[in-house]
């Protein structure tokens, strides 16, 4: 049997119901302390089409000034915290740092006479400005360097992978000594070329120019590959010094090396060296070889 069962209406009253919650109120009709609800402003849009942040079109607009109120100048004079900023930009972006490396080191088992060769620099400075020495050499045993030289070159980054660098080059060894004024360019090229070009002009009026290039190629993560060229050239011959115009000399070579640690790399190698035009002709005439094939062995280390 079907039953209709009437519901009986609420009661008047003069309150009027609550309003439905809306989405600018959340909080509307579940106020549970009788608190009043704060509506959640909204974000004023920052051009006429609503974008803002990085969906606005990049501008030219200055960048904000630095800020210059500290709350420490409240407390402190302007002298502490005048030092105090100054440790600041010197411990965060105005360090300085020194480097000492030998890339080569080595032992040269050559026909003939063996002998010893080396190539080293050493800097200290800023991320910007560094004062920098640079020395290279070779000899045979029991006899003087046959040819070295030192440089003092002041060097300031052009950018962030490139130096330029002027100072002196002093040489030593057989042959008259040698003073020089020297300008160049030295940085990592695309590919990871360690590359130094320089040009030298000495108290004598004579010009000399030399290019150096190398490259680690890494076999593992401790053994590694390092092709090297180094080309001299000359503006004129140089009789007294074995050095002919153009072209005077020419050496590559390879090593490879296991880095015991990043600092310390033992390496064996070998090295071809060929001396052009009136330079081979000198050294012809001292008894020389024009050219050299040498088996190489020694530590790279820096610290």
Same mark, same amino acid.
């Given at each position: 049997?079907?039953?209709?069962?009437? +519901?009986?209406?609420?009661? #008047?009253?003069?309150?009027?119901?609550?309003?439905?919650?809306? =989405?600018?109120?959340?909080?509307?009709?579940?106020?549970?302390?009788?608190?009043?609800?704060?509506?959640?402003?909204?974000?004023?849009?920052?051009? @006429?089409?609503?974008?803002?942040?990085?969906?606005?079109?990049?501008?030219?607009?200055?960048?904000?000034?630095?800020?210059?109120?500290?709350?420490?100048?409240?407390?402190?004079?302007?002298?502490?915290?005048?030092?105090?900023?100054?440790?600041?930009?010197? =411990?965060?972006?105005?360090?300085?740092?020194?480097?000492?490396?030998?890339?080569?080191?080595?032992?040269?088992?050559?026909?003939?006479?063996?002998?010893?060769?080396?190539?080293?620099?050493?800097?200290?400075?800023?991320?910007?400005?560094?004062?920098?020495?640079?020395?290279?050499? =070779?000899?045979?045993?029991? =006899?003087?360097?046959?040819?070295?030289?030192?440089? #003092?070159?002041?060097?300031?980054?052009?950018?962030?992978?490139?130096?330029?660098?002027?100072? +002196?080059?002093?040489? !030593?060894? @057989?042959?008259?000594?040698?003073?020089?004024?020297?300008?160049?360019?030295?940085?990592?090229?695309?590919?990871?070329?360690?590359?130094?070009?320089?040009?030298?002009?000495?108290?004598?009026?004579?010009?000399?120019?030399?290019?150096?290039?190398?490259?680690?190629?890494?076999?593992?993560?401790?053994?590694?590959?390092?092709?090297?060229?180094? &080309?001299?050239? &000359?503006?004129?011959?140089?009789?007294?010094?074995?050095?002919?115009?153009?072209?005077?000399?020419?050496?590559?070579?390879?090593?490879?090396?296991?880095?015991?640690?990043?600092? !310390?790399?033992?390496?064996?190698? +070998?090295?071809?060296?060929? @001396?052009?035009?009136?330079?081979?002709?000198?050294?012809? #005439?001292?008894?020389?070889?024009?050219?050299?094939?040498?088996?190489?062995?020694?530590?790279?280390?820096?610290?």
């Amino acid at each position: 049997m079907h039953h209709d069962h009437a +519901v009986p209406a609420p009661p #008047a009253s003069s309150a009027a119901p609550p309003p439905p919650p809306t =989405e600018t109120d959340p909080h509307a009709g579940h106020d549970m302390h009788g608190m009043k609800a704060m509506p959640i402003p909204e974000a004023a849009p920052n051009d @006429k089409e609503g974008r803002i942040g990085t969906d606005l079109e990049p501008g030219n607009a200055p960048p904000p000034p630095v800020a210059g109120d500290r709350a420490a100048d409240t407390y402190f004079g302007p002298a502490a915290m005048a030092e105090a900023q100054s440790a600041l930009l010197g =411990e965060h972006g105005g360090m300085k740092f020194h480097k000492v490396l030998f890339n080569i080191a080595e032992y040269q088992a050559r026909n003939g006479r063996d002998g010893y060769r080396w190539d080293a620099s050493a800097w200290f400075g800023g991320d910007i400005d560094r004062l920098a020495l640079e020395s290279e050499g =070779e000899g045979n045993f029991g =006899e003087a360097s046959h040819h070295g030289e030192l440089q #003092a070159l002041w060097s300031h980054a052009v950018d962030p992978y490139w130096n330029l660098q002027g100072g +002196v080059r002093q040489d !030593f060894g @057989k042959g008259p000594d040698r003073t020089y004024a020297t300008i160049g360019i030295e940085g990592l090229a695309p590919y990871w070329f360690e590359v130094e070009t320089a040009a030298f002009v000495s108290t004598k009026g004579d010009v000399l120019a030399r290019i150096k290039v190398d490259v680690d190629q890494r076999i593992t993560q401790k053994l590694i590959l390092q092709p090297r060229l180094e &080309a001299n050239i &000359a503006a004129q011959d140089v009789p007294e010094s074995g050095i002919g115009s153009g072209l005077s000399n020419l050496e590559l070579g390879l090593r490879l090396r296991y880095e015991l640690r990043k600092e !310390f790399a033992p390496y064996v190698g +070998v090295s071809w060296e060929r @001396k052009f035009g009136d330079t081979a002709h000198y050294a012809r #005439a001292a008894g020389e070889n024009a050219s050299s094939t040498s088996y190489v062995a020694g530590i790279r280390f820096w610290f």
